[in-house]
Antibody, heavy 121, light 107 residues
Framework: QVQLQESGPGLVTPSETLSLTCTVS????????WSWVRQPPGKGLEWIGY???????NYNPSLKSRVTISIDTSKNQFSLKLTSMTAADTAVYYC???????????????WGQGTLVTVSS | IQMTQSPSSLSASVGDRVTITCRAS??????LNWYQQKPGKAPKLLIY???SLQSGVPSRFSGSGSGTDFTLTISNLQPEDFATYYC??????????FGQGTKVEIK
């Protein structure tokens, strides 16, 4: 059974950089897209971006200038860096695996439990 | 592409048949997924590609639609089904867009 687990600080100072890591267990990282999704308290889901196992990336245009996603398949981990954090970035951050099937699109089939990141001084 | 769900919330009773609608601002073929999220938990994939049931999901969940209009139907609503449901499109790769969510509450 594939499992994902986020790790990182729960509190970030305004203007600083958030760094989160997602550790994948129970399966290979090959042939999947590895994504980050966030959810501000009481609000909906926002896709941040993904990295394909081979290293290609794509980011939400609204966050692109501040986001970097990286992957270390030897450690079965991928990471998120989000710079210039503000209170508006306070959210639960989820890592997720995205699968794709020909003619069936892409879908998030495994998720981490999520980690709350609060931006405050 | 904008995804609009309706209603934003609804009240229903155990045993009811519930239908949630998701409308895309332009055609997304059948590249539409549905997720269930319970408070404090991660979203869970229910339906992918508009109508394919994810492994392990009860058959009372079903999806339909293509183009711009999609529905998620829960037949015989169970107590564990009270949650928030999100649609998500994957047509405009690489972008991913979620609907705003529909909260299903107990009447």
């Amino acid at each position: 059974q594939v499992q994902l687990q986020e790790s990182g600080p729960g509190l970030v100072t305004p203007s600083e950089t958030l760094s989160l890591t997602c550790t994948v267990s129970g399966g290979s990282m090959s042939r999947f897209y590895w994504s980050w999704v966030r959810q501000p308290p009481g609000k909906g889901l926002e896709w941040i971006g993904y990295m394909y196992y081979s290293g290609s990336t794509n980011y939400n245009p609204s966050l692109k200038s501040r986001v970097t996603i990286s992957i270390d398949t030897s450690k079965n981990q991928f990471s998120l860096k989000l710079t210039s954090m503000t209170a508006a970035d306070t959210a639960v951050y989820y890592c997720a695996r995205e699968s794709s099937e020909l003619f069936e699109g892409y879908y998030f089939d495994y998720w981490g439990q999520g980690t709350l990141v609060t931006v405050s001084s | 592409i904008q995804m609009t769900q309706s209603p934003s919330s609804l009240s229903a009773s155990v045993g009811d048949r519930v239908t949630i609608t998701c409308r895309a601002s332009q055609s997304i073929s059948r590249f539409l997924n549905w997720y269930q999220q319970k408070p404090g938990k991660a979203p869970k994939l229910l339906i992918y590609a508009a109508s394919s049931l994810q492994s392990g999901v009860p058959s009372r969940f079903s999806g339909s639609g293509s183009g711009t209009d999609f529905t998620l139907t829960i037949s015989n609503l169970q107590p564990e089904d009270f949650a928030t449901y999100y649609c998500q499109q994957s047509y405009t790769t690489p972008q991913r867009t979620f609907g705003q969510g529909t909260k299903v509450e107990i009447k």
